[in-house]
């Protein structure tokens, strides 16, 4: 058993505090790990993901003499479960032979589970070509197809069109042939957030 002076002790209890905060805003994500240096265990656990407890040995001895940089990492290991982890050592001293270690350890495999499924629900490789009977005279398409080529070459958005630049596409969608199709205008006024009316009066101003 090591003593520890009051202002260690003091030390202990605000990591513990820390420890406890850090693991709750990341739960159950995360698992925070106090080493006490000096006794070479482990002080401290919140949300305990290693499946350690206080007491147990910390695994230091090979750590060396040389001090310790005040973060170490980030750094992967491998967590019993055979999934992966994110972890970042702090130093309370120097590391080497008094203080404490705060360890934060990340589980990341909710994570790539989600990536997994994002990349295997997004994946190009099962999307077939669009039946070209089918879609041939998909005017609505066609209108996002013009209408999104016309704004990145604006290098805008939808969100952030001016009113003039929302009169230059609605004139521009007239000239593609946009408005041939019945409840055209409607869809590009919904579209482009402005009334029917105001569609018509961009038109006018074209024949005028």
């Not at 090591?2 to 709750?24: P, T």
């Not at 009334?195 to 006018?204: A, I, M, P, Q």
Request: hydrophobic share 40%.
């Amino acid at each position: 058993m090591v003593n520890r002076s009051g202002a260690e002790n003091a030390q202990f209890q605000l990591l513990k505090s820390i420890a406890d905060g850090i693991a709750a805003l990341f739960f159950p994500s995360v698992e925070v790990v106090i080493h006490d240096v000096a006794a070479g265990t482990v002080a401290y656990i919140a949300n305990n993901l290693s499946k350690r407890k206080p007491g147990d040995d910390a695994g230091l001895d090979d750590m060396g003499e040389a001090p310790l940089a005040a973060v170490t990492g980030p750094y992967e290991k491998l967590n019993w479960d055979g999934k992966k982890m994110r972890s970042v050592t702090i130093a309370t001293d120097d590391g080497t032979t008094s203080g404490y270690l705060l360890c934060i350890n990340l589980s990341t495999a909710v994570f790539e589970e989600a990536r997994n499924a994002l990349e295997l629900f997004l994946s190009v490789t099962r999307l077939q070509s669009q039946p070209e009977q089918l879609f041939r005279d998909d005017w609505q398409e066609n209108i996002n197809t013009f209408l999104h080529e016309w704004i990145r070459r604006e290098n805008t958005s939808l969100a952030a069109l001016t009113r003039e630049q929302k009169k230059a596409l609605v004139q521009n969608l007239h000239r593609e042939g946009a408005f041939r199709a019945k409840n055209s205008a409607d869809y590009i006024a919904g579209v482009l957030s402005l009334g029917r009316t105001t569609v018509y009066k961009y038109l006018r101003e074209i024949r005028e």
